[in-house]
């Protein structure tokens, strides 16, 4: 049965004002049935998913609506839906990294570093060192000219006992 969109987003907001987050969440998850691509409405979901504590509910529904931007080409909304995905759980790596991948195609490399440092830190932490390094060398790659980066891929090689690779990063 279709739903009158309108109707329901209407009672979806009279949910929220009243505090009845999960007649709300269910109002417009009635409305994305009929139109997943409608992101503005999922963003609504997640925030509400945010507002009542379901952070793993409103990781993935804001993880959709971030993809959805992506593979549109809107760069600039991905970047701010990832960032409220990170202030919902900012434990979550996969999202930093996805976050510093979306501001390398922005050419935005200082802040895609930022991100990339978070992962390799988180990376190295686990004993993931060879995950670690690849984000080393695509960071040098990326701003080949910041030694602190080269630094850190020279030690992150010794520490593998590649010693020619460190040697030359040094």
């Known amino acids: 049965m279709a739903v ?7 009672a979806a907001q009279r949910f929220v004002q009243k505090g009845l987050l999960d007649r709300a969440i269910r109002e ?3 409305v994305v049935e009929n139109e997943p691509e409608d992101v503005r409405t999922w963003l609504k979901i997640g925030d509400l998913y945010s507002r009542k504590g379901s952070i793993s509910q409103a990781v993935s529904t804001f993880e959709r609506v971030a993809g959805v931007y992506e593979s549109k080409g809107f760069f600039l909304k991905a970047v701010a839906v990832y960032k409220q995905i990170l202030d919902v759980d900012p434990t979550l790596i996969d ?3 996805r976050l510093g991948k979306v501001y390398v195609k922005l050419n935005l490399m200082q802040e895609a570093i930022g991100q990339f440092q978070l992962v390799v830190g988180s990376l190295e932490r686990d004993n993931r060192h060879k995950e670690g ?5 695509k960071m040098v790659e990326l701003v080949p000219g ?3 980066n080269h630094l850190r891929l020279a030690e992150a090689y010794a ?3 590649e010693n020619e690779a460190a040697i030359g990063e040094f």
Do not use: T, V
């Open 159 to 161: 520490r593998d006992c």
């Open 133 to 137: 390094i690849e984000l080393l060398r």
């Open 4 to 10: 009158n969109k309108n109707k329901a987003l209407a």
């Open 28 to 30: 417009y998850l009635s």
């Open 95 to 97: 999202m930093h990294l």
């Open 146 to 148: 910041d030694e602190a």
